[in-house]
């Protein structure tokens, strides 16, 4: 069955009801003891005397999209004709940097055929997108079929709400299952990696790399990947202090710099900018950038530059010294600066005397739409999609 997952914009699907329903034969009979020693908990799967069904009617507030309790949540479907057959709403926890799964819903006649699957694999790659550090959800526990689907998700119990629908969830055995599942990270270590320059046979799984590290995160598609295919052929790429990281010879990750200047109106000081720096889904979360920065920034001190500059995540790179450009006398075009634009003196008091307006080669601006799409072709197809964090 063909079908396409859709961006649900709030401004036309607020308000619309989810009608969720299910019959079960089966529940998670929960059992609390307190004991002189604390609290036993046991949960097992059990039958009921006769099915017992679940609909919205039975519920005082039934589920619909972008209530006004999730105020951040955003949406995804798929829409057969004009009628909505799927959907998932996600909302961030800011708080604990968690993202939670508030609906998730298949039309019956939809459902076993991937759809629930490819709408749960929307959410973790929003996770990744914004560097969650869990997916929470919740169910009930006489939801045994999407406590199962959850399950082999890769979700985890994370806790249990005992009356959370009705004083009389354990009696009625519809208590509140909290599942949790976290994207898998494994710190790595220096010694466990290899870090070098790329060959040129591995030109274009590198660029694959880096297409995967920026689809749909700052935009929908990427075209960082066009970028590095230019960059390689430009006169300020320097191939010297660029590198990729390897684990067990896959291709995690890759920082790419060039030769860039400042300009104070008499004299242009030449300094670095590095674009892209790109880690692989896979080990997001696992210290690659990290390691490619500690390493770069050695090599770049050694070849003599004074400073770093760059535009990038502004909540990333002040752990690694990168301070507000503003800070050292630095704008861009026009006289402007903003959160983004930052500096990393690779000496201290490397840029005094160096202020004015930052500039970089034209390489990294001139990206045209049609040469984008031709050059998209090389690569695996994959959906563009509005995701919330993007600029």
Known sequence: MDYQIIHLPKEQWQGHMIPIEYTTTQYYDVVIDKKPTGFTVNIELKDFDEPVSHFPEEYDFPDRLYQEFWPQACAW???????????????????????????????????????????MEVAKEQARLENRRAIMLETQSCNVNAIGFYLHEGFTLMGLDTCC?????????EVRIELAWFPKRTALKRENVEIRQERPEEYHAVEAMVRDAFWNKFRQGCDEHLLLHNLRNSEVYLPELSRILLVDGEIAGAICYAKAWVDDGTQKHEVLSFGPL????????????????????????????????????????PRFGYKPAGEFGLTVDGGKTFPAFMAYELYEGALNGIQGEFHEADVFFDLPKEELEVFDQAFEKKDKLYFPKQW
């Not at 629908?165 to 055995?173: H, I, M």
């Open 77 to 119: 479907g798929v829409v057969d004709g004009d009628k909505l057959v799927a959907a998932i709403e996600t909302c961030p926890e800011e708080w604990s940097n968690r993202l939670r799964v508030t609906e998730l819903w298949v039309d019956p006649a939809w459902q076993k055929k991937g759809v629930g699957h490819a709408l």
């Open 165 to 173: 629908y009705n004083n009389r969830d354990l009696e009625r055995k």
């Open 278 to 317: 790109a880690v692989a889904p896979k080990w997001k979360g696992c210290g690659v950038g990290t390691l490619l920065m500690e390493e770069t920034h050695k090599l770049a001190k050694e070849a003599g530059y004074p400073a770093i500059i760059i535009t990038g995540v502004p909540t990333y790179y």
